[in-house]
């Protein structure tokens, strides 16, 4: 990710952040809408999942000027999520709901150049994950 990129998440996010609430019921909305398959995997209250997802979020943006310090973080996150069942074909729709989240949230901030951005921000964390998930002995 380059610098320009970064700040361009980062920024974004400060929209973001004060309507956390409804950007989690979004994403979770959107989630089950465009993967019914992945709905199992959630408790029937996502209260606390939505918080968990906000928080994990937040972290992450705040640290991407100096990503490797939650590599570890992430690495281990992606190896929680396969004992949880998720599976490498399921990244890609949490990604889709993310995005269709912040364009929702963000509306007419959300631009091609920041939507490219948060699209190789979650690129890279995702890949992260889904390597150390491949790692875990089956």
């Known amino acids: 990710m380059t610098p320009d990129q970064i700040a361009m998440v980062q920024e974004s996010f400060k929209k973001v952040a004060p309507i956390a609430s409804t950007a989690a019921d979004l994403f979770y909305g959107r989630l089950f809408e465009i993967a019914p398959a992945v709905r199992p995997l959630f408790p029937d209250d996502l209260a606390d999942q939505k918080k968990k997802l906000i928080a994990m979020l937040a972290t992450a943006v705040n640290n991407l000027h ?73």
């Not at 364009?103 to 901030?109: A, I, M, P, S, T």
């Open 66 to 138: 100096q990503v490797e310090t939650i590599i570890p973080a992430v690495e281990d996150l992606g190896r929680r999520h396969v004992a949880y069942g998720v599976t490498s074909g399921m990244y890609e729709p949490v990604g889709a709901a993310l995005l269709w989240t912040l364009e929702q949230g963000l509306g007419d901030d959300f631009t091609p150049p920041v939507k490219a951005a948060w699209t190789e921000t979650y690129v890279t964390l995702a890949g992260v994950m889904q390597k150390a998930a491949a790692s875990v002995p089956a």
